[in-house]
């Protein structure tokens, strides 16, 4: 646990939380500043920051984690659709570094918008080289 982090102390009881699922490694709970009500959080309870540091067994039970509660939201709330969300660093918008991923429930006038203005790559051989970059990261073992 880091005693710092925000979500730490809702894991540890400290600060309370709208609990949605609970197991030994994981909780769901309600965000506090919902984007559209029904937005909630799935986090690991072990301090881990970015995905790129997360046991590759907990990050799978997270994610299969955020699926079921999508799933719930869908049926619970008669959502018309998901978002699921997750970011890592505060360049990308986190703000609790403590990883976690938002699944939000998605209506159709909810009025909110995710739309984003697209780039483009001057030329294939650009978006080419920047793939050849991203491969040249990825771990031989894959």
Known sequence: MNSECVFCKIVEGALPCAK???DEDILAFMDI???????????PKQHVDPITEVPD???GRLILMVRKIAGAQLKGLEADGINVTQANGTVAGQVVPHL???????????QHSWNWKAGSYETAEEMNSVAAAIRSGLP???
């Open 20 to 22: 949605v699922y609970e």
């Open 33 to 43: 500043g919902p984007i559209i009500k029904g937005h909630t959080l799935v986090i």
């Open 57 to 59: 067994e907990l990050l």
């Open 100 to 110: 976690h991923f938002h699944v939000i429930p998605r209506f159709t006038n909810d």
């Open 140 to 142: 031989m073992e894959i």
